[in-house]
């Protein structure tokens, strides 16, 4: 089993929509937990840090369900601009400072 | 401003010749890192830093190198044992001595032929 799954996608949404992405870990002692965005052919950027309470910052809410082990990411009216793979990241507890990586869900925004 | 540079964006080289990749960060971060990005996959570690001197291997160390002779510097080596050199090499950076998000730089496209 990896260590931080998610769905490749691509998830294909209208302008305006509101899409969802889960991303499960394996690791029940994680601590901390990101949503990075990626651009193609770009470096990843911090969208977000997840915290044990969830967290809004704009149209973008991430939330962390410890018990089952799934972060999610909700983006409200979504903009073309919001086209781009979007990584779950979780720290690996072998190192406090490694962080494990999931491969990606490709969100693609059509007009 | 403050931010993480590498250098050179896109890099070629033949097989069998070792190659640098250069990371230089100014945001007095302690902590930094070198991830390889193949196609359609995710980030792997190849190696990490958390002081000057200092370094340990990640997931996928074999055929690379490192040193950490700066806080500032963290340059890579992709030797010829390498056995799949091309690939997107991301720098990254991180402060302090517990778990931090971390910041990238704009990365480097290495192709070997």
């Not at chain 2, 991180?94 to 496209?109: D, H, I, L, M, N």
Request: glycine share 8%; charged share 20%; aromatic share 12%.
């Amino acid at each position: 089993r990896k260590e931080v799954e998610q769905d490749p996608g691509p998830f294909n949404v209208p302008e305006g929509a509101t899409v969802a992405f889960n991303c499960t870990y394996s690791n029940s002692a994680s601590q901390s937990f990101f949503w990075y965005r990626q651009d193609c052919r770009k470096e990843p950027k911090l969208l977000m840090s997840v915290y044990s309470s969830g967290n809004e910052d704009g149209r973008f809410t991430a939330q962390l369900n410890r018990a089952s082990q799934y972060i999610s990411l909700l983006i409200r009216d979504s903009k073309l601009s919001d086209s781009a793979t979007y990584l779950c990241v979780v720290n690996g507890v072998d190192s406090s400072y490694k962080l494990i990586f999931g491969s990606g869900t490709r969100l693609l925004v059509r007009p | 401003d403050g931010g993480i540079t590498q250098s050179p964006k896109y890099l070629f080289r033949k097989e069998g010749q070792n190659v640098t990749l250069s990371c230089e960060q100014n945001l007095n971060h302690d902590a930094m890192y070198w991830y390889r990005q193949d196609p359609g996959q995710g980030l792997r570690l190849i190696y990490y830093s958390q002081i000057v001197n200092d370094f340990q291997k990640g997931d996928i160390a074999e055929g690379y190198s490192v040193s950490r002779e700066k806080k500032e510097s963290f340059p890579l080596t992709v030797t010829s044992a390498q056995k799949n050199p091309t690939a997107f090499y991301l720098c990254a950076s991180s402060r302090g001595t517990a778990v931090y998000e971390q910041y990238f730089g704009p990365g480097t496209r290495l192709t070997v032929t």
